[in-house]
């Protein structure tokens, strides 16, 4: 396999589509929600797109796709269970997917709980997860449940600790600020939080983050760990000892954190 290059494009207001490229210049988009940063990468760098990749049906990571997929001439991978025409290959839990031109290959896993029918593209030492594992956080419980949400992170938590992970959006600092209340305590947020401060400050993204980091700082990766099970209780008034209930009430919390 080619080296490849990772690259975060910036779109909308804090989203991130990723662009995988080899010393060729073959390239795959991951999550376009808006084509231009992708078109405009493409073009910059002499890149031929040859592959599109979405991890699920929201207007802000996919919405780009069909503008991509016409111009450049290439397949859509995208969910089995989310069914949108601008998927030309739908794929679920365990296919092996070779990219055409860039000879990398990813496997993919379903993880439900952001959406119904989300999955991740796991390989070359990268998970693209979309929005269901943040750096320090989790997507919002949109269309699943919360059993659903803790066996799709437990699923991703289970991979290499040098897995790096690319997700969709730049929710890092303010996710730390919610770990670091869940476990005040906690050095390696103390850690990672001054780390990514550095990088925003000099205009860097924060991502991407690896399995490593994600399990001493996400509070969601951690529903095991007394301090976060006693936070989770304090806030949920009752004595919460399944990791599930745990789970839950931190996001319940966070739902509602400023």
């Known amino acids: 396999m080619d080296k490849l290059t990772l690259s975060a494009l910036p779109a909308f207001r804090d989203n991130y589509i990723w662009l995988l490229a080899d010393a060729a210049g073959n390239a795959a988009a991951v999550d376009p929600g808006d084509a231009t940063p992708v078109n405009a990468a493409v073009d910059a760098r002499n890149l031929k797109l040859c592959a599109v990749l979405v991890t699920h049906h929201h207007a802000d990571h996919m919405g780009g796709a069909a503008e991509l997929a016409a111009r450049h001439g290439c397949p859509v991978f995208g969910p089995a269970r989310e069914a949108q025409d601008v998927v030309s290959v739908a794929l679920g839990e365990g296919v092996l997917v070779e990219l055409p031109g860039l000879k990398a290959r990813f496997r993919v896993l379903d993880i439900p709980g952001h959406t119904a029918g989300h999955i991740a593209f796991e390989g ?132 509602g954190f400023q």
Not at 150 to 155: E, F, I
Not at 158 to 186: K, Q, W
């Open 124 to 255: 070359c030492g990268i998970i693209f997860c979309g929005d269901t594992l943040f750096s320090a956080g989790c997507g919002r419980l949109f269309e699943g449940t919360p059993e659903e949400m803790h066996g799709s992170l437990a699923k991703l938590a289970a991979l290499s600790p040098d897995m790096r992970i690319c997700c969709g959006h730049e929710y890092t600092l303010a996710n730390l600020r919610f770990a670091a209340t869940v476990e005040p305590d906690n050095r390696a947020i103390r850690r990672y939080t001054a780390e990514c401060e550095a990088k925003r400050a000099r205009g860097e993204a924060t991502l991407p983050s690896t399995l490593a980091i994600e399990r001493q700082v996400n509070p969601f990766l951690r529903c095991t760990e007394p301090a976060v099970m006693e936070a989770a209780s304090r806030q949920a008034g009752r004595v919460l000892t399944d990791p599930v209930d745990v789970f839950a009430a931190i996001r319940s919390w966070k739902d």
